[in-house]
Nanobody, 126 residues
């Protein structure tokens, strides 16, 4: 069983930055695809960014391209999401997720991910 714990959320003004972290335990972290999703009130949980097992490849939602950066440290079993130039529309609960299956590319569908963290709130004020 994989446990994921997010941290780093908070309140920030528009244009500011936040760095989210996700610590994994209970499995072999380096064999998982990792992703970040977010869910705003009344909306679906959407893909934000994903990273392959080695960290050599990443994928982003259009809304995140150019502003967010996903990275991982397999030695520390952690994945990060650096968020810059934040906008009020980025306000949501951000979830870290792990996908333990084999893929030809970084999965972007919520259903692909097997394990989820509890989420961390990000609020961007205007």
């Amino acid at each position: 069983q994989v446990q994921l714990v997010e941290s780093g959320g908070g309140l920030v003004q528009a244009g500011g930055s936040l760095r989210l972290s996700c610590a994994a335990s209970g499995g072999t972290f380096s064999t998982y695809y990792m992703g970040w999703f977010r869910q705003a009130p009344g909306k679906d949980r959407d893909f934000v960014a994903g990273i392959n097992r080695s960290g050599s490849s990443t994928n982003y939602a259009e809304s995140a391209k150019g502003r967010f950066t996903i990275s991982r440290d397999n030695a520390k079993n952690t994945v990060h999401l650096e968020m810059d130039r934040l906008k009020p529309d980025d306000t949501a609960i951000y979830y870290c997720a792990a996908d333990t299956a084999l893929h030809f590319s970084i999965p972007t569908q919520r259903i692909s991910y097997d394990f989820w963290g509890q989420g961390t709130q990000v609020t961007v004020s205007s």
